[in-house]
């Protein structure tokens, strides 16, 4: 059974610039959500998708947004982008959240 | 907004031994989950153990175990017969899926390092 897949690993962008990354969930997982996680700040809440609809939503700023297609594969996007966005965003999916989440090896994005 | 707390960010444990690594979490609710997940420089996130908050008794899986306190809101993990395998940063989390949350919310890690 394949596990969570992100594209790309690695990222390198510069300030102003959008960048997209995607995620595809384990075959059978509705549920996909994204996570950011920092050296300072840590692991923080993006957002929940289930069944193409955002359930739930972080604390960040409207520049970043996500969608998720009919086949539970999932988008995040981070337009204009800052030095601050440089990060490991990980993605993990579920077939039932509070058994919890099986996660993605990340794409680590650097902002220069 | 639930918070959760680790202390000790770096342990070192001798291959073999066994080492408990503390986690503490505030919340008004009753029904909720608690998870201990692995980091280990391949960077993917592996879920290590899992307790739900209505039962009593501590989740085991192989040599990983909890102590779960509920009314002190504490869920520390015990390593036994520690692995070089186990070298990685270890997460507590929680998760109240009421109205629909599923999010998790992390503590700050703890650093683990098994010497040979």
């Known amino acids: 059974k394949a596990g969570v897949t992100q594209t790309p690993r690695y990222l390198i962008k510069t300030r102003g610039q959008q960048v997209t990354l995607s995620c595809s969930p384990i075959s059978g997982h509705r549920s996909v959500s994204w996570y950011q996680q920092t050296p300072g700040q840590g692991l923080q809440f993006l957002f929940e998708?289930?069944?193409?609809?955002?359930?739930n939503k972080g604390n960040f700023p409207g520049r970043f947004s996500g969608r998720q297609f009919s086949n539970s594969r999932s988008e995040m996007n981070v337009s204009t982008l800052e030095l601050g966005d440089s990060a490991l965003y990980l993605c993990?999916?579920?077939?039932?959240?509070?058994?919890?989440?099986?996660f993605g090896s990340g794409t680590r994005l650097t902002v220069v | 907004a639930q918070t959760v707390t680790q202390s000790q960010p770096e342990m070192s444990v001798q291959e073999a031994e066994t080492v408990t690594l503390s986690c503490t979490y505030d919340?008004?609710?009753?029904?909720?989950?608690l998870f201990w997940y692995k980091q280990p420089p391949s960077r993917q996130m592996i879920l290590v153990i899992r307790?739900?908050?209505?039962?009593?008794q501590n989740a085991t899986e192989n040599r990983f175990s909890v102590n779960f306190q509920k009314a002190a809101k504490s869920f520390s993990l015990k390593i036994s017969d520690s692995q070089l395998g186990d070298t990685a940063m270890y997460f507590c989390?929680?998760?109240?899926?009421?109205?629909?949350?599923?999010?998790?919310?992390f503590g700050k890690g703890n650093q683990v390092v098994v010497i040979p």
């Open positions: 307790q739900e908050a209505y039962k009593q």
């Open positions: 989390a929680f998760m109240n899926p009421s109205y629909g949350n599923n999010r998790l919310a």
């Open positions: 919340t008004s609710e009753n029904n909720y989950y």
């Open positions: 998708y289930f069944s193409e609809t955002q359930r």
């Open positions: 993990a999916s579920s077939q039932i959240a509070n058994y919890g989440y099986t």
